[in-house]
């Protein structure tokens, strides 16, 4: 498999700009929180989104967002 750290490396507009909409909500070295994504600034890409919360003691997974779009593809 691919992997890229610079948009600019894929063919596809729709990757470059959900990569440009990421790291415009990073902070130094950190990933986007919660509360820095705006559902209404990413609405076409909804569908496709998935939450996931990992907590370490105990290790469990946490979902809490599933897109439609995975629930169709996946059945569930």
Known sequence: MQSFTDAAQTDSEIIRQRFGYWHSKCGPGAIPKRND???????????????????????RV?????GTRIVE????
């Open 73 to 76: 593809v996946t059945g569930y």
């Open 37 to 59: 994504i705006d559902p209404g600034e990413i609405f076409p890409i909804l569908p496709n989104i998935l939450i996931v919360d990992f907590e370490q003691d105990p290790f």
């Open 62 to 66: 946490k979902v809490r967002l599933v």
